[in-house]
């Protein structure tokens, strides 16, 4: 999770953009990171304000501030990191903030709000995730946590994409409206907040694009047995990613190319002692290790969203398959 903000920032700063200011948690204001980070554009704010009534004005007072200059703010409406891979619902406190400031603008501005996707073939917190999702504590950050994270480096996590999907105006979302934002009651500004955070998170999630790590995991976990014949994986593989590309999902470069087979990810699966093969009749079996069956759920969750509606359609399908025997 701390690399998303890292490859947000050095790729505009490789395309010599302008580099945002990003809302940072608290937990990383800590010696020497937090004032490389400041140098960086990070800002820091409570994970909660509880009852504190003085800092959400000053934090909001700012954030006026920046979007009436005209400042790029990158902050993560999940309000913290995913352990399953999934999409969390969003946080509309600091998006309702910036709805509220882009009453103000100069004449002619516009805010946009523009969603980013960012998929890793394989993450580097993968015993962190699974350790905290089996009951345990997170790990606070601390300069230990950053000397030790330094062996990531010498290894290769595979590819990253970075998407960026169509930004969503507030201008036009302020113009479908009945009255301006501010006249309207508390209730309809929420739920105008709240139907434009789900937005937010739609996009993102279409952008999220499929990887190899994604889809061999979601066909590993596609059955209640823990283990399968490669040959069945391969076939099921295959379904799976014709499914995927009937439904426009982006799919990463490597997918398809014509000679793309799921042998690297099988190793990468296996050497970090996800599954283990065993020979059976003379055929080799790939079988599930229990308790790392959530670092694969991590992976198929990053791929599953695409393929709701066929599951939808599927399930109904399946429950009705009496009519469609009969030829209804």
Known sequence: SHLDYLLISSQLYYRDMVLPHVIAGENLSFWPLGSIFRRCGAFFIKRSFGGDQIFPAIFQRYLHQLVRDGFPIEFFIEGGRSRTGSLLPPRLGVLKMIMDSAQNLREGWDVNLVPIGISYEQIAEERAYRKELQGEDKVSENVGQVVKATSIFKRRLGRVYVRIGEPISLSEVFSS???????????MREEIVQITGERVMHHIGDNMVVMATGLVGLALLAQSKSSIRESDLEARVARLLKALQQTEAPIAHALMAPEWDMTKSIERFESNRLIQRL?????????????????LEYYKNGVLHHLAPLGLLAAAIRAHRDSFRDGA
């Open 177 to 187: 409206l009945p009255a301006p934002f501010p006249e309207l009651d508390a209730d």
């Open 279 to 295: 020979s059976l009749d003379g055929e080799s079996v790939i079988q599930v290790v229990d308790d790392r069956r959530i670092t």
